[in-house]
């Protein structure tokens, strides 16, 4: 009886693996991604870094093409390598990002506009390395936003336009953006990004969204400057009617 049992369990075995094979073939002549088992549903992006697109890494790219239908830098987009200094900027990699996006047909994400790191070394400060003021950085934001936005206005479809700039401990994190302009820096970045391109979907960006008082304060932030766009809505619509 045990003989039989394991030459049973055999043949079983051999069956199950013959259909596995036959499933690993098929999958193998599949030429459809994850994007396209999902197209209904949602879309499946990924990061594409520097090199891959300056040394045109056809396998990496090829495998991007056909997985995913959304994609976004790694860096490319960061201030520091696309803008590192007040009157030159760094387009090549971010060209050719957005050039793979559309011929692939990506819903492309750019990232990121304004953010406490990476950045340009002197971008806090003047010429004679002393802190910047305030309207001095806000001029150096509108140019950095209003040029980047506007240069790929219809093409990148999302921005995130503030980066990790709330923590639980503190509400605001304590970086130079809010030790020289205050909490109205957030205001004023999304504010420049609908100005340059208004057909843009704007997005704050950050993690542990799971810690509580890091998700309520930026619901609450959210809800106030809704309700501010409201009330001046509200006031645009009165000074119509009159």
């Known amino acids: 009886m045990e003989r039989r049992y394991f030459i049973r369990n055999t043949i079983l075995t051999a069956s199950a693996i013959a259909c596995l094979k036959a499933n690993a073939i098929a999958a193998l002549t599949d030429s459809r991604g994850l994007k396209d088992y999902f197209k209904n549903d949602f879309f499946v992006g990924t990061a594409i870094g520097t090199r891959t697109l300056l040394q045109n890494d056809r396998e990496m790219l090829d495998l991007i093409a056909n997985e995913f239908n959304a994609i976004t830098t790694e860096n490319a987009l960061k201030w520091g390598p696309v803008h590192p200094a007040e009157n030159e900027w760094n387009f090549d990699v971010p060209d050719k990002f957005v050039e793979f996006g559309k011929k692939n047909n990506m819903f492309i994400q750019g990232h ?38 506007d240069r790929y206005k219809g093409k990148i479809n999302s921005w995130d336009v503030v980066n990790e700039s709330i923590t639980p401990e503190d509400g605001f994190r304590k970086s130079k953006w809010l030790e020289i302009v205050g909490p109205e820096f957030m205001k004023r970045a999304f504010h420049l990004a609908h100005e340059a391109d208004p057909d843009a979907h704007l997005i704050y960006n950050d993690y542990g969204m799971d810690n509580s008082k890091r998700r309520d304060f930026v619901v609450d932030l959210v809800n106030k400057y809704k309700n501010k766009v409201s009330q001046f809505m509200e006031l645009e619509c009165k000074d119509i009617i009159i």
């Open 112 to 149: 990121v506009l304004v953010w406490h790191s990476q950045g340009p070394r002197n971008l806090f400060v003047d010429e004679g390395g002393k802190q910047i003021s305030k309207d001095a950085l806000l001029k150096r934001m509108e140019n950095h936003i209003s040029t980047l936005v």
